[in-house]
């Protein structure tokens, strides 16, 4: 079992940037991938980046070259830093495990985190 708590989040102008953290409790979160999605007002939920348990990354092409995944295993903490934020960016965003290869789809992730709040002001 896998309980992740997101935090992070906030009110930022466009062009922006913020640090969403994800915090992981259980001992074998070094062999979890990892996975951050969004979900903005009526939408469904989408995939924004992933990091294998061996720090291999993978990003939707909305934001790649703008946001970074990592994770520090001994902290048991995955990140999303957001840079060069857009409008379009807000949303909120949700941390998910899995304990297996790293997926790009909601349906392959198995435990979710409560969210975190991001808005994106003009």
């Known amino acids: 079992q896998v309980q992740l708590v997101e935090s992070g989040g906030g009110l930022v102008q466009a062009g922006g940037s913020l640090r969403l953290s994800c915090a992981a409790s259980?001992?074998?979160?070094?062999?979890?991938?990892m996975g951050w999605f969004r979900q903005a007002p009526g939408k469904e939920r989408e995939f924004v980046a992933a990091?294998?348990?061996?720090?291999?990354?993978y990003y939707a092409d909305s934001v790649k070259g703008r946001f970074t995944i990592s994770r520090d295993n001994a902290k048991t903490t995955v990140y999303l830093q957001m840079n060069s934020l857009k409008r379009e960016d807000t949303a909120v965003y949700h941390c998910?495990?899995?304990?297996?290869?790293?997926?790009?789809?909601?349906?392959?992730?198995?435990?979710w985190g409560q969210g975190t709040q991001v808005t994106v002001s003009s």
């Open positions: 998910a495990a899995r304990n297996s290869l790293v997926a790009t789809t909601t349906s392959d992730y198995n435990y």
């Open positions: 990091i294998s348990w061996s720090g291999t990354t």
């Open positions: 259980g001992r074998t979160f070094n062999r979890y991938a």
